[in-house]
């Protein structure tokens, strides 16, 4: 079965710094793959997708993500952080023609000092 | 509606009490989902239903955990006998057809708390 990791679990950066959270999964192949957000206190939310064509994919708020497939991995990015990115990322896979259940990682929080 | 629905928002309860969780899925998404989501596990599949398909309980923890999907819409998540173990925040999820991108739209999830 698929699987997801998300190697970091909390990361604590100063505003204006770069981000990179990264993400892994597990399955030889095709997929399509997600990024959601959830800020403090409201709904899990869509913060950019991959399903085909340019592997580098932007999103909302000035995140992108790089699709590697040599590498299984789908890192989220932000040249420059502020402090309304604090937040908890989650990063989802969803084997295309196998099932069509989206399993998520384990969660990143992220902590933005001021 | 505009989104994914549940009910209630809040739940508390005595271990070994059965509950029953609610969701509305957004018009015409035929796929739902429920999720776990406790602290440090992040979100934890439980169910998928798509369509008239059978669904996929592969994420259900024990035979207490079941669920149902009436009419293609409404589906309720019954646990049975809970316990402690069992207090978490239970996210439901719906998405467009099989045929179409599958986006999943969250709804505001039930916080169930086991005394």
């Known amino acids: 079965a698929q699987s997801v990791s998300q190697h970091n679990h909390h990361v604590i950066l100063s505003e204006a710094a770069s981000l990179e959270l990264g993400c892994n999964y597990s399955?030889?192949?095709?997929?399509?793959l997600f990024w959601y957000v959830q800020y403090p206190g409201q709904h899990l939310q869509l913060l950019l997708k991959?399903?085909?064509?340019?592997?580098l994919v932007k999103g909302i708020k000035g995140f992108e993500a790089e699709f590697i497939k040599s590498k299984f991995s789908f890192n989220l990015r932000k040249p420059s952080v502020q402090w309304s990115d604090t937040a908890e990322y989650f990063c989802?896979?969803?084997?295309?023609?196998?099932?069509?259940?989206?399993?998520f990682g384990k969660g990143t929080r992220l902590h933005i000092l001021p | 509606g505009a989104g994914v629905s549940q009910s209630p928002s809040n739940k508390v309860t005595e271990k070994g009490k059965d509950v029953e969780l609610r969701c509305d899925p957004i018009?015409?998404?035929?796929?739902l989902y429920w999720y776990r989501q406790s602290l440090g596990q992040g979100l934890e599949f439980l169910i998928y239903f798509q369509g008239n398909s059978a669904p996929d309980k592969s994420g259900l923890p024990s035979d207490r955990f079941s669920a149902e999907r009436t009419g293609g819409s409404v589906s309720t998540l019954t646990i049975q006998r809970t316990q402690q173990e069992d207090s978490a925040v239970y996210l439901c999820?719906?998405?467009?057809?099989?045929?179409?991108?599958?986006?999943?739209?969250f709804g505001p999830g039930t916080r169930l708390t086991v005394l």
């Open positions: 399955y030889g192949g095709t997929v399509n």
């Open positions: 999820a719906s998405s467009r057809p099989r045929d179409s991108i599958q986006v999943e739209f």
């Open positions: 989802a896979v969803n084997a295309v023609n196998r099932d069509d259940k989206i399993i």
């Open positions: 018009s015409g998404h035929t796929a």
């Open positions: 991959y399903f085909s064509g340019d592997p």
